[in-house]
């Protein structure tokens, strides 16, 4: 009697909940694109997202809540794991995505390499997989990206722009990020760092690849960048300027600088985090290079939808109006080759990120990254940047 | 820095020494000898870098970022020192700290204007904000000590359990976000030039630290005479007083060698209407609150393990749980009261830790739990319980401490400076039970 009740009950929340996910409304234009992108879906699709940490931002408070919200606008369900920075973690939860029934994986790999087995079980069940801001070396992947190359030149430019001679000091991440090990260095170089460098006009302080930061530690950064700035004081030179190459680790610079009582010399940074946004309006960065989470959030879920549909991924489009035009690949709407490092040709969505400096911090306000109050927080109003006033 | 184990009454005859060797005129100064290597040990570690880096290594300023670099791990090290040596483990320390920093940050930026209606201008709010720190501190403390002593969870599982899920707190609390803008008065606590004390009351402080030693040596000497215990030679009296106060006083004279870089400096001139003099103004910065906090835990935590009731309760459950608890001792309640303690020292480092950065980011203090039980071990505590000492595991802190940032003058990535950091730690434990068995 008991377990006949209880299937009753399950069976009547089970159409409760189908019918909440059908009526949602597909308010903003985003969700109602992307709504008819799903339209013609037979079965229900689930997308499993298997994501490696919430330990930075972004990740919780802008690519979550889009792509979800796509995936849900489309008539699809949203599953996801969050692996806690371990990469062993990530293997159980994507063999946890595979058998809750997910049909189409989206994976932001802790690590591009022990991901590779559970690449291969979604390929043995026939699931597609889309590489989720970070690369993972298999032909068989749609990669979806911001252009981490493009994010490398734009922070280069800006600083090289404001600093063309001097001595530089370069703060990367986590060695094991190809991100940090290959992209952005690539970005600095085409900004012109390597000319740079040979012709003398720029000296690199702390040897030719900088200093890395385990796991992105904001700490580790501090720590480091103290060491940096004290032995250019021993050596009698100045600290000129200070490519980081993400927030976290220009969020500790920041600190080591004040600790040492040094001076901002510009500073780089990427992700728009709100600590380092109010930095660039105090003046203390002088670069945030932004990557509009929101929107890689949004074409991740399009592109989930149309792979569950049985689109090929040669054929995907993103659909017209989902993105910001300045953030939208400059390639087009079509997926895009991409040659990786290892040379393995993937197709792929490269969005475009946007340079914020003190001049253009509107920008964060429009895209909702951070509130005025937070940006301006501190901020004297004498010398307050635009968006301040 | 003898141990309550050692001071066994012997005879009260003081037997002259059989031969005048090094070895033994060590002996005779009853010092440490596991501490003194360790000081050789750091002395070595600090001259090899200075040699390696051309003479630039061994400066004041260096050596008062390695210091405060090191404070974090050394005050939450004294506490694991005591959790050891009861034959427990508390490897939740790391998001202790990562929890109450993140509660500084957000009581300060948050919390307390918008809830608790305490605006920028209410009075002492860093103590406030310092003191519901500390009783978060010990509040988690005294959960996991209540799990472990009453309800009998081994303290690995409780405090690993502890680990991941207060760590995920953390995450809660902020929704992911990195926090920042703490009130200028708690920043000092994380050091730099203006969070130091200034260079008189260095001079002063070292003075006033220098007369305690020599009434310490004067009446121990006039105690043991009392008792009829051995006493030291007259010439070990004085040496041990003129090197305790030379050491505090050398340091003193180094930290004052550390001055405000010269940017600062001028601003300062140049706010305050002072002329700067050719040569640039020269203001020492002395010793850094963070140091001052870590020297007056030590100092503490070794008065409370040597001295107190508390502290013997913990050697003797550490030397033997069965003899301890049939001696009458509350031996549950001690346990407790030693996670309570950590509680307590990781809210310290947890204060340290977010004003050093000017807030705080979800990774803070992430990875502590294995620097600091390194430092407690390096430091010549036993996981046999039972043994180790508070100073031991400060010197264990600072030993580490400088062969990472010595590293990462060096240029030396971390990755090189991880293998370096394992490597020691083998070592010096192998290098201890080596001692130990040879010594037995």
């Known amino acids: 009697m008991l377990i006949r009740k209880l299937a009753a009950i399950t069976a009547v929340a089970a159409i409760a909940l189908a019918a909440c996910t059908s009526q949602s409304p597909g308010a903003s234009t985003a969700a109602s694109v992307a709504a008819s992108v799903a339209a013609s879906a037979g079965a229900p699709c689930t997308v499993g997202v298997s994501w490696n940490n919430f330990q930075q931002p972004r990740w919780a408070a802008h690519d979550e809540p889009n792509l979800k919200s796509t995936v849900e606008a489309g008539g699809g369900k949203y599953i996801s794991a969050d692996a806690n920075l371990s990469s062993e973690q990530q293997l159980t939860d994507v063999d946890t995505l595979i058998s809750k029934g997910a049909n189409v994986l989206v994976l932001l790999a802790q690590d591009n390499k022990a991901i590779l087995p559970a690449l291969k079980k979604a390929k043995d069940a026939g699931i597609p997989v889309i590489a989720y801001d970070r690369l993972i070396e298999d032909p068989s992947i749609l990669y979806l990206t911001f252009d981490n190359v493009l994010v490398g030149k734009a922070e280069a430019t800006a600083i090289l722009t404001k600093v063309p001679k001097g001595n530089y000091v370069l703060i990367t991440g986590d060695p094991g990020d190809p991100n940090a090990s290959t992209f952005l260095p690539q970005g600095w170089d085409q900004a012109g760092l390597k000319d740079k460098v040979a012709s003398g006009d720029i000296v690199l302080l702390n040897g030719p690849k900088g200093t890395a930061t385990d796991a992105w530690k904001t700490e580790k950064a501090q720590a480091n960048m103290e060491a940096i700035i004290d032995k250019a004081v021993a050596d009698g030179k100045k600290i000129d300027a200070i490519l980081a190459e993400n927030d976290s680790t220009a969020l500790g610079v920041v600190a080591a600088l004040t600790a040492k009582s040094y001076g901002f010399p510009p500073l780089s940074g990427q992700d728009g985090d709100p600590a380092n946004l109010n930095n660039v309006a105090l003046g203390k960065q002088y670069v945030d290079v932004f990557k509009n989470a929101n929107e890689l959030g949004k074409a991740a879920g399009a592109a989930a939808l149309a792979l569950c549909n049985g689109t090929a991924m040669a054929d995907l489009k993103l659909p017209a109006g989902l993105l910001d035009p300045t953030v939208a690949p400059a390639a087009g709407l079509s997926a895009q080759d991409f040659t990786t490092p290892n040379g393995t040709v993937v197709k792929s969505f490269i969005l475009q990120p946007t340079p914020l400096t003190a001049d253009t911090l509107q920008t964060a306000i429009d895209a909702k990254q951070i509130s005025k109050a937070d940006l301006c927080k501190g901020v004297d109003p004498a010398s307050a940047p635009a968006a301040c006033k | ?440």
Request: include cysteine; charged fraction near 10%; proline fraction near 4%.
């Open chain 2, 1 to 440: 820095m003898t141990n309550v184990a050692d001071a066994t009454p012997v005879s009260s005859e003081v037997k002259p020494p059989a031969r005048t060797s090094f070895r033994s005129l060590l002996a005779q100064t009853e010092v440490d000898l596991r501490l003194f290597g360790m000081l050789v040990a750091l002395a070595a570690i600090l001259l090899t870098f200075n040699v390696l880096s051309g003479g630039t290594f061994f400066r004041p300023t260096n050596m008062v970022t390695l210091a405060v670099q090191a404070t974090g791990v050394a005050i939450i090290a004294t506490g694991m020192v005591m959790v050891i040596v009861s034959r427990n483990i508390d490897l939740s320390v790391g998001s202790v700290v990562g929890v109450v920093a993140m509660t500084y940050a957000l009581l300060m930026t948050d919390w307390m204007p918008n809830v608790l209606g305490m605006g920028v201008d209410f009075p002492f709010r860093w103590v406030i904000a310092l003191g519901l720190g500390v009783g978060l501190g010990a509040a988690i403390g005294a959960l996991q000590g209540f799990i472990i002593a009453y309800v009998g969870v081994p303290s690995f599982i409780v405090t690993l359990g502890g680990l991941l899920s207060i760590r995920g707190v953390v995450w809660y609390l902020s929704s992911g976000a990195a926090v920042s803008g703490l009130d200028d008065s708690f920043q000092l606590i994380g050091g730099g030039a203006q969070g130091s004390i200034g260079g008189t009351a260095t001079w002063i402080l070292g003075i006033v630290a220098c007369l305690p030693i020599i009434a310490l040596l004067i009446s121990g000497r006039r105690q043991r005479r009392r008792y009829g215990f051995p006493v030291r030679p007259v010439w070990a009296e004085a040496l041990l007083g003129v090197i305790g106060c030379g050491a505090v006083l050398g340091l003193a004279a180094f930290a004052n060698a550390n001055l405000w870089p010269q940017g600062l400096a001028n601003r300062y001139a140049a706010e305050h209407g002072i002329p700067i003099p050719a040569g640039g103004l020269h203001i020492s910065t002395g010793l850094p609150y963070p140091i001052i906090l870590l020297v007056g835990v030590t100092l503490v935590m070794t008065w409370m393990a040597t001295r107190r009731r508390f502290g013997r309760y913990v050697y003797a459950y550490g030397g033997n749980p069965d003899a301890a608890e049939l001696a009458g001792i509350n031996t549950r309640w001690t346990i407790l009261k030693t996670y309570v303690l950590m509680g307590v020292l990781c809210a310290l480092a947890a204060a340290i830790a977010a004003a050093r950065l000017n807030g705080s980011t979800l990774d803070v203090g992430s990875g502590y739990e294995l620097y600091v039980i390194a430092a407690a071990v390096v430091g010549g505590t036993s996981f046999a319980g039972g043994i180790g000492t508070i100073p031991g595991a400060v010197l264990g802190a600072f030993v580490m401490q400088s062969l990472a940032y010595g590293l990462s003058f060096m240029g030396v990535n971390s990755p090189g400076q991880n293998v370096v950091a394992g490597i020691v730690l083998i070592l010096a434990v192998g290098f201890d039970s080596f001692n130990r068995r040879r010594g037995s």
